[in-house]
Structures are given as C-alpha cells and as structure tokens.
C-alpha cells in the first residue's frame, strides 16, 4: 500500500477521520454531503420541468426570501446581534432597484437602469446603509439592540409612506422591477421558457451562490470571528477579534442580503406597496431563522420553504374548518391572514422551546438515528 493510500482516511472506510482542520472545515466534508448536496440541487434543476406555474412562482418567491433569511442569520445566528430591521433593508433592496430600473419618463422617479447595475445596487445600496448604522448597534446588545433596530422599522415605513416621488404613497405603490439580463427577460417566455420557469431557475442560481458565499464566510476567521463575539464577547476582544469590525461587517453583510432579496421578492410580485416592509416582515424573517435552525444556512433555506409555503397550506382550511374564514375579512371566527400570525408566534415558541436546533436539529436527529441504527447509542 501505498504511503498516499494510506494517508488518506477515506480509503480506509473512515470518512469522518479528518487529519487536519482543513479537511474537517471543509465546505463538503463527507462523501454522504457532497452526494446529498449533488443530489437536491438536481432535483431542484428538474423541478421546472414537471411543476406548474404557479407552485414555481411560490418556490422562487421562497428562494428570494431565503437570500434575506441568511443574511438574518449572519447577524443574528451567527454574530448573536439581535435585528428586528430586516424589513427596512428589504425595503431599502426593493426601491433601489425599482428606482435605477424604472422607466425614466414615468411619474416615479426612474433611471433605466440595467439589470447587471441595479441588482448589484441593491445590495450596496442596504449595506452602506447598515454600515452606518452599524456604530450604534455596535455599542448595545439584546433588548437595547433589538429596541434600537425596530426603531429602523417604524422609521422605514414612515419614509416610505411620504416619500411619493419614488414609492408612489400607501395604496398606490408602484411598478416593481422588469428584470432582463443581457436583452433576455427573467420573469417573461422567451428560449423555449415560460416567464416561471426562468424566474425559478434565476433565483434558484441566485440563491446557490449566496448561501456558498454565506457557508465560506461563516467557516472563515470573519465568521469564526462572529461566533466568538456572539458567545462571548468580552472574552472574544481579550483574545484579539475587534468587536467594533466584527459587528459592522456583520450588519453591513446581513443588510446586502436584505437588499437582495428585496429586489427579487418585488420582481417576482411586480408591485411595490410601502405598506409591505413593516413589523410582521421582520418577525417572519426571524421565523424562518428560529424555525429553520440559528446558525446554519440550510437551516436558513429550511426556514425560508417552510414559511413561505405555509399561507398555502392555510389557504386550504376552510374547505375543511368552517370557522376559518378565506382571506383577509373571512365571515368565520378567525381569518387565515390572522392564523398565519397566530402560527408564526407559535412555531417560534414551540422550536424553542422543543427543538432550539430548528428544522436542521430535527434533520440532525434523523441523520445521527440512521448513522447508528440499529444501535441506540
């Protein structure tokens, strides 16, 4: 035998007998990952293939939201900086993209901007914005920095609401973005596509290379960093990481993500409404991140599925609860808007309190019982 054959802990049937901290941080470190990985994403390569129009167009509005629930996740999970302001920088992302792209001679102000210009836009635009409010954020901690980014919520909406030249007003809104990459349009048929099937496959690609770049950075010094001021801050600064740069780049990162996801939920939408980016926004990020799994990013895409498909499970209960009533202003005891809202609150409460892990811990448990199955321990 060879001395590389026997260098090599893979060969020997022992793929979890990594020899250097290299081989255990890497981004797909055990043969069942990289299969497993390779396997989801061809799956998800297929699905525009066999699934309907409107089941795509929720799945893309999904992966939209992911991008958003990782950037939580960086500043939350894995820096430990509680942000209720998610819903601003989305909305930062959103008319950031609606104004360089718009139609310059519309009533709103508009650029015409293309594509490889107000995408990226949209995630500068959030995170020079969070990087400035960032040095406030950066001298409080959880409640005082969950009250003080709320704050950025009834501040956003406020602006939102009365700056008409670029959002339109409450009830008027305006257009959202007509996305186009190189002359090819994302969101309409075109190349033996329909407008679903590529805004799928857009978002689905867009997502692919935000959660690699979430997973490297977070298995980095800058993301070794974060985890070391999110545990214990005091004992993170005796040992060299600069608090003051670890939270900036964590809030500046997490509002580039919002700004992403922002601009590809009002692409797939087609309307921006200023009324959309309240409070209720930023709680359901947050359910994405708790329900999904703190500091994970497929916890974060986990997240992400589940709370976007649930309005369409709720949809479906008044055909069997008659005390439910459709929509927003249903005739039964209870509307599906205002059960979305009771569940939210209730799946956050029960992860934690029975799985703090999320949906990745139950994935966890599932995968440790079959790795030692039939044995208990």
Do not use: C
């Not at 799956?43 to 893309?60: M, Q, W």
């Not at 509005?61 to 894995?78: D, H, K, P, R, S």
């Not at 650029?111 to 040095?135: D, E, K, S, Y």
């Not at 004992?235 to 670890?246: K, W, Y």
């Amino acid at each position: 035998m060879t001395a590389s054959v026997r260098s090599d802990p893979t060969r020997r049937g022992r793929p979890e007998l990594y020899t250097s901290y290299e081989s255990d941080a890497a981004l797909l470190n055990t043969p069942g990952k990289r299969w497993g990985v390779l396997a989801i994403v061809m799956l998800a390569a297929a699905a525009p293939f066999v699934l309907g129009n409107p089941l795509l167009l929720l799945l893309a509005t999904a992966f939209a939201a992911a991008i958003g629930a990782i950037g939580l996740n960086l500043v939350t999970g894995y820096a430990g900086q509680v942000s209720l302001g998610h819903a601003f920088f989305v909305g930062l992302g959103a008319y950031t993209a609606a104004v360089l792209s718009g139609d310059p001679d519309a009533r709103l102000l508009g650029f015409g901007l293309p594509m490889i210009v107000w995408l990226p836009a949209a995630a500068l635009v959030p995170g020079l914005v969070g990087l400035i409010v960032a040095p406030l954020a950066a001298r409080l901690r959880g409640l005082y920095l969950a009250i003080v980014t709320l704050g950025l919520v009834f501040l956003g909406e406020h602006v939102f609401r009365e700056w008409r030249s670029v959002t339109g007003g409450p009830g008027v809104g305006r257009d959202g973005v007509q996305a186009a990459l190189f002359g090819v349009s994302i969101t309409g048929a075109g190349g033996g596509l329909d407008g679903a099937q590529k805004a799928y496959l857009f978002t689905f690609v867009l997502l692919l290379v935000a959660a690699l770049l979430g997973r490297n950075l977070a298995r980095s010094k800058v993301g070794r960093a974060f985890a070391a001021v999110r545990d214990r801050d005091i004992a993170a600064e005796v040992i060299g990481v600069n608090l003051t740069r670890s939270k900036l780049l964590a809030f500046a990162i997490s509002s580039a993500y919002a700004g992403v996801a922002g601009a590809l939920l009002y692409t797939l939408t087609r309307t921006i409404d200023p009324n959309s980016f309240n409070l209720l926004m930023s709680v359901r990020f947050i359910a994405m991140v708790l329900i999904g799994g703190v500091a994970t990013i497929s916890g974060s895409i986990m997240g992400a599925l589940f709370i976007t498909l649930l309005p369409r499970f709720t949809q479906l209960l008044p055909r069997f609860l008659p005390f439910i009533g459709e929509g927003a202003r249903g005739g039964g005891l209870i509307s599906t808007a205002d059960l979305e809202v009771m569940l939210y609150g209730l799946l956050i409460v029960g992860f934690l309190i029975f799985e703090p892990r999320g949906l990745f811990g139950l994935w966890i448990r599932i995968r440790n019982y079959w790795k030692g199955w039939p044995f208990s321990y």
